[in-house]
């Protein structure tokens, strides 16, 4: 089955830095979403993002699908961003069934 | 607000004792998941349902059961808990299941097994 990666696996920042989460994924894929896991477990879904550019707010995401990976800009970082970030596929043979990175444990110090 | 609800939040039970969890949701989503998140690992999907049509993972156990009475609601039945199925349970629902879709999660349930 299709491979999620994700980097960093942790990831320390002050309040205000900027970060880069990235996501590679072993091949095509028809959906890509991510997500951020909240200190309380609930998964939110930050963006669904098969492939291009999309922008909310201080977080942005960009996936080039030909070259299987995606990428998630947090900027201006505060505390309540830290959790676990996921980024999930679909890929050709599933259409259901998502496919989940190990995610990226984000912490942001006050 | 259109969304998906899971009741309880925090469930404790007996080692062997029966326990149903319970996801319900306003979106009118044709589909509904069943995932199983253990501590610091991905979300592992259980089984689905697109409709009443039931769709069971390959490396589910036979412990983990699920009925969907209506389009809203859907139950997690775990018929002998044992002490490795503590864990998150996650409900996510989405409009199909044969084109890509966004997923909507739930809040999840945390169970704990003693």
């Known amino acids: 089955g299709i491979q999620v990666e994700q980097s960093p696996p942790d990831l320390i920042l002050q309040e205000g830095a900027n970060s880069t989460l990235r996501c590679n994924f072993s091949?095509?894929?028809?959906?890509l979403q991510w997500f951020h896991q909240n200190p309380w477990g609930q998964l939110i879904n930050l963006f669904y993002i098969p492939s291009g550019t999309k922008q909310n707010g201080r977080l942005s995401a960009t996936t080039v699908a030909t070259e299987r990976y995606s990428l998630l800009y947090i900027s201006s970082s505060q505390t309540t961003d830290s959790g676990v970030y996921f980024c999930a596929v679909h890929s050709g043979g599933s259409n259901y069934k998502l496919t989940f990175g190990k995610g990226t444990l984000l912490t942001v110090n006050p | 607000d259109a969304m998906v609800i899971q009741n309880p939040r925090y469930q404790v039970t007996q080692f062997g004792k029966p326990v149903t969890l319970s996801c319900s949701q306003t979106l009118n989503h044709n589909v509904m998941y069943w995932y199983q998140q253990k501590s610091s690992q991905a979300p592992k999907l259980l089984f689905h349902?697109?409709?009443?049509?039931?769709?069971n993972e390959a490396d589910t156990p036979d412990n983990f059961q699920s009925r969907r009475p209506n389009t809203s609601f859907c139950f997690l039945d775990i018929r002998s808990p044992g002490l490795g199925d503590a864990a998150m349970y996650l409900c996510?629902?989405?409009?199909?299941?044969?084109?890509?879709?966004?997923?909507?999660f739930g809040p999840g349930t945390r169970l704990t097994v003693l």
């Open positions: 349902y697109y409709d009443k049509d039931f769709n």
């Open positions: 091949d095509s894929v028809n959906n």
């Open positions: 996510a629902t989405s409009r199909e299941d044969r084109s890509p879709d966004t997923q909507y």
